[in-house]
Nanobody
Framework: QVQLVESGGGLVQPGGSLRLSCVAS????????MGWYRQAPGKQRELVAT???????NYADSVKGRFTISRDNAKNTVILQMNSLEPEDTAVYYC????????????WGQGTQVTVSL
């Protein structure tokens, strides 16, 4: 079965940093686009960043310049490095895997909580 397992969330002060990891299993990792999404209380889930199988990246305007997404295909892992964190970044962060030409292969992780607060 396909599993995406996130880790690295926690409580951090404004201006601080966190590094989120997502380890995938049960899929051919290198052919999937990977992404991070987040959902704050009372809000819709929104895109944070994506990285294609060819390492092309895309970021939400709200995180551009602060967050960096990367992948290590040898470890079936996608990383979200988050710097200069703001209270508005507080959310549950979810890892996503999908494929370019079909919606039949879309998978989500369980989420990891990120809280930015004094």
């Amino acid at each position: 079965q396909v599993q995406l397992v996130e880790s690295g969330g926690g409580l951090v002060q404004p201006g601080g940093s966190l590094r989120l990891s997502c380890v995938a299993s049960g899929l051919t990792f290198n052919i999937y686009r990977m992404g991070w999404y987040r959902q704050a209380p009372g809000k819709q889930r929104e895109l944070v960043a994506t990285i294609s199988s060819g390492d092309s990246t895309n970021y939400a305007d709200s995180v551009k310049g602060r967050f960096t997404i990367s992948r290590d295909n040898a470890k079936n892992t996608v990383i979200l490095q988050m710097n200069s964190l703001e209270p508005e970044d507080t959310a549950v962060y979810y890892c996503k895997a999908d494929r370019l030409f079909t919606t039949a292969y879309t998978f989500w992780g369980q989420g990891t909580q990120v809280t930015v607060s004094l």
